[in-house]
Nanobody, 115 residues
Framework: QVHVVESGGGLVQAGESLRLSCAAS????????MDWYRQAPGKEREFIAR???????NYLDSVAGRFTISGDAAKGTVYLQMNSLKPEDTAVYYC?????????WGQGTQVTVSS
């Protein structure tokens, strides 16, 4: 079993930055990729960013240039640096780890951006 935990959420003002952390633990054998998602109230969960175990990254268009995913997916450690935050970035942010075609999710961390 793989256990995923996010941290680093909080309340910030528009234009400020926040860094989220995610750590996967337990039976880490071959994590293929780690993703960040977010879910705002009343909306579906949406993909934000991915980093593969080879270091390849990709982003949701609306966060590209403001958010940066980094870390070592193979070891189950990933970060999300969020700059120039906007009120519309307010959501619960989730981390997930892909291992052998199984996706393991964390419980999420709340990010609130005030205007």
């Amino acid at each position: 079993q793989v256990h995923v935990v996010e941290s680093g959420g909080g309340l910030v003002q528009a234009g400020e930055s926040l860094r989220l952390s995610c750590a996967a633990s337990g039976r880490i054998l071959m994590v293929n990729a780690m993703d960040w998602y977010r879910q705002a109230p009343g909306k579906e969960r949406e993909f934000i960013a991915r980093i593969t175990n080879g270091g390849t990254t990709n982003y949701l268009d609306s966060v590209a240039g403001r958010f940066t995913i980094s870390g070592d997916a193979a070891k189950g450690t990933v970060y999300l640096q969020m700059n120039s935050l906007k009120p519309e970035d307010t959501a619960v942010y989730y981390c997930s780890a892909w291992q052998y075609a199984v996706n393991y999710w964390g419980q999420g961390t709340q990010v609130t951006v005030s205007s």
